[in-house]
């Protein structure tokens, strides 16, 4: 599975089919076939989905709130106790889990990916401006 090289490094062609190889990978990954199964039979269980549906659009609304400054503790509190009630309901369960699993997978491949490449971050520049005036 060798990468073909132009002038001294990988084409954008070569590195698009490299990404659908991986993308083939990962669908065929036990992760992503849980994960799929369990969407279709929650999907099929129009209470389950809604009970759901009602956890995310809670998450997404304490997020924005979050992202606005607003004091969420209380909400938080709230959420929290309102997850692990749902988490009772084994095919939610199982759900959140099985997409967890596959969510850390992803992850693990951009942290590989991320440590490849030195990429510029604000974080990192703010860091060095902040050491340089500390010197």
């Not at 004091?71 to 997409?99: N, R, V, W």
């Amino acid at each position: 599975m060798g990468i073909k090289k132009h002038s001294g490094g990988a084409d954008k062609a070569s590195i698009c089919a490299q990404a659908a190889l991986l993308g083939d990978m990962l669908a065929q990954s036990v992760e992503y076939r849980q994960y799929q199964e369990l969407k279709r039979k929650l999907q099929e269980n129009r209470e389950q989905t809604y009970i759901l549906s009602q956890l995310r659009q809670q998450q997404m609304s304490l997020r924005l709130a979050q992202i606005m400054g607003m004091d969420i503790g209380d909400a938080k509190d709230d959420l929290e106790h309102l997850y692990a009630t749902f988490c009772l309901e084994p095919l939610i369960c199982d759900f959140l889990y099985a997409e967890g699993r596959l969510g850390r997978l992803i992850s693990e491949v951009q942290q590989i990916c991320s440590s490849k490449l030195e990429l510029w971050s604000e974080n990192e520049a703010i860091d060095r401006m902040q050491d340089r005036e500390l010197n």
